[in-house]
T-cell receptor
Framework: KAGVTQTPRYLIKTRGQQVTLSCSPI?????VSWYQQTPGQGLQFLFE???????NKGNFPGRFSGRQFSNSRSEMNVSTLELGDSALYLC?????????????FGQGTRLTVV | GIQVEQSPPDLILQEGANSTLRCNFS?????LQWFHQNPWGQLINLFY???GTKQNGRLSATTVATERYSLLYISSSQTTDSGVYFC?????????FGTGTRLQVTL
């Protein structure tokens, strides 16, 4: 069974550009969450989706947005990129409607803003 | 929301040594997971352990939900155990993590 797939794996963008990252959850999983991890830091919660609805959002500026499609795939978008947006972006999925069941992570997208 | 604290923040071990990582949480939880973040950044599931004890090879975990903590034991550590270990607990719409324990195993 395929795991959580994130694309692309690596990305280099210029300040001011925008970027879209993709996450395909494990087949059958309908809950998806996104996290940002900057070097040496922990996992900062971005947003969470279930059945195409954003149920929760972390403390990030409006430049960060996301959505979930009917097939549970999710995308996140960052507009007007800043140097500080350079980070590893991780996506997780869970089978249950809530996050009290086992969660699985993708390999992440490493974004570098120059 | 739930607060999760991990200790120690950093740990350096010689290969072959044993270690215990701790995860404390602020409220009663009915789920708890341990992850290992490898050098390439991916979080690998170690244990889903809402209560009790589980073992997988050299690793084992114990969660005492009534006392709001979980422990991860690593025995006979190897250099491949290096990385960051996170514990996390989920609610309706969020999986909350501790700040992690960074483990370095040296030869």
């Amino acid at each position: 069974k395929a795991g959580v797939t994130q694309t692309p794996r690596y990305l280099i963008k210029t300040r001011g550009q925008q970027v879209t990252l993709s996450c395909s959850p494990i087949s059958g999983h309908r809950s998806v969450s996104w996290y940002q991890q900057t070097p040496g830091q922990g996992l900062q919660f971005l947003f969470e989706y279930f059945s195409e609805t954003q149920r929760n959002k972390g403390n990030f500026p409006g430049r960060f947005s996301g959505r979930q499609f009917s097939n549970s795939r999710s995308e996140m978008n960052v507009s007007t990129l800043e140097l500080g947006d350079s980070a590893l972006y991780l996506c997780a999925s869970s089978l249950g409607q809530h996050w009290n069941t086992e969660a699985f992570f993708g390999q992440g997208t490493r974004l570098t803003v120059v | 929301g739930i607060q999760v604290e991990q200790s120690p923040p950093d740990l350096i071990l010689q290969e072959g040594a044993n270690s215990t990582l701790r995860c404390n949480f602020s409220d009663s939880v009915n789920n708890l997971q341990w992850f290992h973040q490898n050098p390439w950044g991916q979080l690998i599931n170690l244990f889903y352990i809402p209560s009790g004890t589980k073992q997988n090879g050299r690793l084992s975990a114990t969660t005492v939900a009534t006392e709001r903590y979980s422990l991860l034991y690593i025995s006979s550590s190897q250099t491949t155990d290096s990385g960051v270990y996170f514990c996390g607990s989920g609610t309706a719409s969020k999986l909350t993590f501790g700040t992690g324990t960074r483990l370095q195993v040296t030869l």
